[in-house]
């Protein structure tokens, strides 16, 4: 495993690093980081072995995760492909990335990948399409991928499925912290892939995923949201009606027991 980072446009990301976590964002914090790679859902194993059949059915050679965070959607590439990398622009995601023999990460913007044109069998985007410029990647996505090859965007819903009442109180932290609570941006996704003429079939699928977690769980997602993160920064936001509410049906409905936690990830396929 290697973290490289990539000297052209090294100071444009600099720049735009900055500005976008400034010190006191939660991003920039490596135990906000630490807390996002312990607690968030690792992608489905369906969700590879779909992806894995639609490249062409055999191991990849190159996987590239765009937008890889500390590697959990990135390593889960590791058994399967010959190559894999991650692409990240927060250099604090990247402070401990998950390891992996055949795994490297890389500094640097989806948009200016520095990877060689036709060299990814399968990109993804887990949770990450969506902050990305949309012209722009989908430019460099296509640049990058084989003809055959397969893009995937997927992002989680939140809150998993784990309990009703459980889920109102989490919509309402998410309502609270000014996040929207379902996932808007799949019919987005479609509209620019389709739009940018690059690829020659797209579509959209749901898949599962199915993990376990008990209420500090639970607790703990909300809390590695930044947004949530940012408003619990406060002895006032930790003191919030909406807040205490959901610490409190969580200890009711799951304390220590751990239960099923059921995600559904949102995903788009494009195939060059
Ligand atoms: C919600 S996290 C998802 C991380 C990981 N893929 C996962 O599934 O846990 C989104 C990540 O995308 C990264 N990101 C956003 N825009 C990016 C860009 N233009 N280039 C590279 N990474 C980007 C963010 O810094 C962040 O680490």
């Known amino acids: 495993m290697s973290v490289r980072s990539q000297t052209s446009g090294r100071r444009t990301l600099a720049r735009s690093v900055a500005s976008r976590f400034p010190a006191d964002s939660p991003y920039a914090q490596t135990s906000f980081v630490a807390l996002y790679d ?43 492909a010959s190559r894999v990398v991650g692409v990240e622009n927060n ?7 998950r390891p992996a023999a055949n795994v490297a990460y890389r500094l640097a913007s989806a948009d200016a990948t520095g990877l060689r044109s036709g060299s990814a069998d399968i990109v993804t985007c887990s949770q990450s399409f969506h902050w990305m410029n949309a012209r722009a990647t989908i430019a460099e996505i296509a640049r990058i991928m084989r003809r055959g090859a397969l893009f ?3 992002d989680y819903v939140l809150p998993p499925i784990v309990d009703p009442r459980l889920d109102d109180a989490f919509d309402t932290v998410l309502d609270w912290a000014g996040l929207t609570p379902r996932r808007p941006e799949t019919e987005t996704y ?13 579509r959209s699928a749901a898949m599962e995923g199915r993990e376990t977690g ?18 619990l920064g406060t002895a006032k936001g930790r003191r919030a009606r909406e807040w205490t509410r959901f610490t409190r049906i969580a200890s009711e409905t799951l304390g220590h027991a751990r239960r099923p936690f059921w995600w559904t990830y949102q995903t788009v396929l494009a195939m060059k």
């Open 152 to 154: 995937a965007a997927y």
């Open 214 to 231: 008990d209420a500090k769980r639970i607790i703990d997602l909300a809390t590695s949201l930044g947004a949530v993160a940012a408003r």
């Open 91 to 97: 250099p604090t995601m990247l402070t401990h990335p």
């Open 38 to 80: 312990r607690v968030r859902p690792k992608p489905p194993k369906n969700l590879v072995g779909l992806l894995s059949q639609l490249s062409g059915g055999r191991s990849p050679r190159v996987v590239v995760d765009l937008g890889s965070g500390t590697g959990l959607s990135t390593v889960v590439w590791a058994p399967y």
């Open 190 to 202: 479609l509209r620019n892939l389709h739009r940018s003429g690059r690829f020659r079939w797209v």
